[in-house]
């Protein structure tokens, strides 16, 4: 904590200097309600005549009689569908449009929750100054008993910089965790253990509401599982991310953005559900009167799974070839529990005060029974029986406090503020039987304790110049602290006593990492119809580390200069072309640096590398995307070029006949091409088809040893293809129905080829009459029992066959329903807050970006560059 304060001075001398900017940049008309520059999900500006017209107006709820604030503005000449001119509302509701010159136009009035108003035959002569007084603005709601929002969003929405998923209207996901949402995103590949991949890199980091959280260091498979599908609103795929986000996450980052509660007065929504693979029930309660509201949140989440696997696996030494055949059944058992507590607080119309308490939850057991035989030169030397109890649970807790002051339109200041902690525990217990089932031999114990703490604080100052011009500047500090502490015991016989293995001493790890970013951003819309974003961030990183095996571990400090360029064109034909430039970094993750020993299966052990330094990604790609009748296109290419690539590496045990040793290390280069192609099909008004097709080439190389114990190099190369293809269909009635597949191939690792698999569902929903809840009935795999996967890795010293059957049929029904009275309150702009996205996985806005505030034309939403928090 001590070395905390000596970054304090960094965010002072930024926004100071922000401040100092910002106050230099007045309006060229002189008054404060200047247009900002449009943003990137309103409509694109074709170039506009120049006169000294002008047109002024208040926009107004049409039922409170109160000031509609953020409510975007567009120009239309007469007979035209592309604006000219454009702005919003300041705080009073007032707006003004100058420089425009003579002639017949049409104006257009929009905000998210209200209907479009549209004022034709709009006439302006020579200097003419024209006030259209004050324009109402309907609700786009019913309010009698409940609130019924009028309208639908499209299941897939491309936006200038990111790609969003509508996951609340996919019915196939109901009862079931994030990785069942994230596998039908397009771009996304998620296997069956929850690992994420974006375009073919495990790269990748995955956000909560635009902010991060200690789980997700520890493991993303597992921390995604403890976010029950029902919260999802929105996934949003950021694949070429500003200068404004943390260089980390040389794939890209994932933002899961869950539903939130704009609604006066209280209400409690009720969700639970149950099948034969798992069980949930979540409760959620939202109360909200005037400038403060409330939220809080419980979801839990049982599930069991069995599975079947086998490992063949031979392993060669200078003077023998072991053989080790296992056969193994699992069944796999626990929970998860999500639970949320939110305030926020329009301390004034331009500032509001928010704070978010999460607390997470996870408890999983595995039980294993694995007969395992042991052949050297084809002759069986031993056989035994051993059964496994592991247990991996974990409690995080992630804490914000963000302010955030709006001077007007795009000129924002905020603060923000996190405190994540991660308490995880990995414990197993072995025990080992003669092969008859009968005679213990003994038993050993491990225990794996971790703590992963984070403190954060960050501020950032975003002013507009002109109308087609934006600045963003902003500082950031990173503490992290990683504290594991492992130990071994072994029992003889059926005792049951317990002593210190003295074959592998007890150890620990101590380890803390201070990060210091500044960045700097520029965009620039032209009149062309061309936007340009410029940036750089500049981060330094120190490490402290020590072992209490070896001592002080000596990893020197390092900083990063991480460009950006994105560049877009709107095309005549209505296509978005776009191309984009940024350098990454991925720094190691929890999993990876732990040092502690796991020999739960003692033929396949893994263990972390506290020596790990960072990798550095250079990516390149090129998109083109746009409407041809019903049928929305989207085309990318993309190149990653990955240098001192972290890789997994497996090497045959010096001590352990037969066993082999998976680690992590530093050992190369990654190089991958790649397209991706997406498409969505409007057949009918309520029938749309969509899919996707995947294909990578990804090229490896590194170091392992050959059989002398000398280093050589090994190189692996190969094409990775996903793809999914998904349906929907709204019935009368209330009736929906939505079918879903998805295809992973194998996929190339250095030192072999990982299984694929595919998996499809069907899901049926029925809304009640009331419109308060519904009912929904799901299946998945049902075809089939299960899903069998086949993974085949080798080198120089050993070669392994790996078989597992995932006894995965599953059927679920679940329940919905909502109580409470409410009425529609306009959202308000929310505080900014923490995200920090820099570290690897070790498994392979609150305005939520596009889907949130870009709906309606972007009125609430800054133009879609909002994305530090």
Known sequence: MKKLSTFLPLFITILWTAMAFGQQTPSPSGNSSRPPMPSNNAPALNSAAQGNNKIS??????????????????????????????????????????????????????????????????????????????ISLAQSISTLKEVEIVGTTALIEEKVDRTVYNAEKDITSKGGDASDVLRKVPMLSVDLDGNVSLRGSSNVRVLINNKPSTIMAASVADAIKQIPADMIKTVEVITSPSARYDAEGSGGIINIVTKKNTLQGLTMNVDLGTGNRGSNLGVNGSYRKGKMGFNLGGHGRLFYNPALSSFDQNTITPTASIRTLQEVESFDRGGFGHYNLAWDWDLAKNQNLSANARLGVRNRNSEQDMDISLFQ????????????????????????????RTYKPQREWSISSQYSRNDLTNNFDSDLFTS?????????????????????????????IGQRQLVEVGGKSIVRMVDSDYSYFLSEGSSGVYNVDLSRPAGALDYQQNVAAGYLSYTLQTKNKYTLKLGGRYEYTSIDAQTEENGQIDLPAYSNFVPSVNVSKNLKSGFILKAGYNQRIQRPGLQQLNPNFNAANPQNITVGNPGL???????????????????????????????????QISLPSDTLAGAVITTYQNVGIQRAWGTNLFGNFQITPKWSINGGLDIVYAFMEGLTRDVNGLSVTVNNSGVNINGRLSTQITLPKGWGIQGFSFMRGSQVQLQGRQAGFGMYSLGIRKDFKNKKGSIGFGAENFLTQGIRMKTELSSPTFNQLIDIQRLNRGFKVNLNYRIGKMSFDAPKKKAKSVENDDLKSGGGDENGGGAQGGGQGGGNNRGNNNRQK
Do not use: C, H
Request: charged share 25%; proline share 3%.
């Open 57 to 134: 107006g208040i926009v107004m709820d049409s039922l409170s009689k109160q000031p509609v604030e953020f409510a975007t503005i567009a120009l239309y000449p007469k007979n035209s569908t592309t604006p000219i001119d454009g702005t919003t509302t300041d705080e009073k509701g007032k707006f003004s449009l100058t420089g425009i010159a003579g002639g017949d136009y049409t104006l257009t009035i929009s905000f998210i929750g209200y209907r479009d108003k549209t004022i034709n035959d709009l006439r302006l002569a020579k200097n003419d100054d024209k006030n259209i007084g004050t």
């Open 377 to 404: 030169d084809q002759l069986l030397k031993s056989s035994s029986f051993r059964q496994v109890d592991s247990r991996d649970n974990s409690a995080s807790m992630d804490f914000n406090l963000d302010y955030l």
């Open 436 to 464: 008859d089932e009968i005679t213990m031999l003994s038993s050993q114990r491990n225990i794996n304790n971790n703590l992963n703490q984070e403190v954060t604080l960050q501020t950032d100052y975003q002013t507009p």
């Open 613 to 647: 330094s960072p990798e550095l990604t250079n990516s390149f790609e090129m998109s083109l995307s746009g409407n041809i009748k019903k049928t929305y296109m989207n085309w990318s290419v993309f190149r990653r070029i990955t240098d001192n690539a972290i890789s």
